[in-house]
T-cell receptor, first 114, second 109 residues
Framework: DAMVIQNPRYQVTQFGKPVTLSCSQT?????MYWYQQKSSQAPKLLFH???????NEADTPDNFQSRRPNTSFCFLDIRSPGLGDAAMYLC?????????????FGPGTRLTVL | SQQGEEDPQALSIQEGENATMNCSYK?????LQWYRQNSGRGLVHLIL?????REKHSGRLRVTLDTSKKSSSLLITASRAADTASYFC?????????FGTGTSLTVIP
């Protein structure tokens, strides 16, 4: 089945230790997104790729980086995780841009920072 | 911020009853979407309503949009225990896309 896959589902890292979260899709969608969602809050868009074009939200901290080596894969790198970065990280894809098209979400990766 | 505010924050109803949740936003939009999120999972798209539409139906879901009041409502009829989830509105305003704060719905069997 076509889907959005996130690995791992649960990630534990130490304060300041770099961590990479991965997302893959079999939908062949043009756009891939990374959201951060803290407990009982709305998902907050960090950045998105439209094909190879990277779009960073203005208030996304420099500590967060992303890579999209090909259509299917997108990575979220957190260079120096702080305690405040503990959250659920959601990857999503869409054929066109978010507001005009349905987004398909992965199950999320829950990040714990010790 | 364009982020929508949802009301109520939490809603608890008996199975079979209808559930209504509301979303208000701040600036003019191109369209508005509703998503559902089961606990600890990703979001699932429910429905998209464009700014020139006033009402849309999908199965047991009915969405209304009042652009003059900058508000939308999601009605779930004949609720089921499986409808227990958080529901988010999401607005598209000139390439700015934001999720609202969400309504947590509990349907009691």
């Amino acid at each position: 089945d076509a889907m959005v896959i996130q690995n791992p589902r649960y990630q534990v890292t130490q304060f300041g230790k770099p961590v990479t979260l991965s997302c893959s899709q079999t939908l062949n969608h043009n756009v891939m997104y990374w959201y951060q969602q803290k407990s009982s809050q709305a998902p907050k868009l960090l950045f998105h790729y439209y094909d190879k074009d990277f779009n960073n939200e203005a208030d996304t901290p420099d500590n967060f980086q992303s890579r999209r080596p090909n259509t299917s894969f997108c990575f979220l790198d957190i260079r120096s995780p702080g305690l405040g970065d503990a959250a659920m990280y959601l990857c999503a894809t869409s054929r066109g841009l978010a507001g005009k098209d349905t987004q398909y979400f992965g199950p999320g990766t829950r990040l714990t920072v010790l | 911020s364009q982020q929508g505010e949802e009301d109520p924050q939490a809603l608890s109803i008996q199975e079979g009853e209808n559930a209504t949740m509301n979303c208000s936003y701040k600036t003019s939009i191109n369209n508005l979407q509703w998503y559902r999120q089961n606990s600890g999972r990703g979001l699932v798209h429910l429905i998209l309503i464009r700014s020139n539409e006033r009402e849309k139906h999908s199965g047991r879901l009915r969405v209304t949009l009042d652009t003059s009041k900058k508000s939308s409502s999601l009605l779930i009829t004949a609720s089921r225990a499986a409808d227990t989830a958080s529901y988010f509105c999401a607005t598209d305003a000139w390439n700015q896309f934001y999720f609202g704060t969400g309504t947590s719905l509990t349907v009691i069997p």
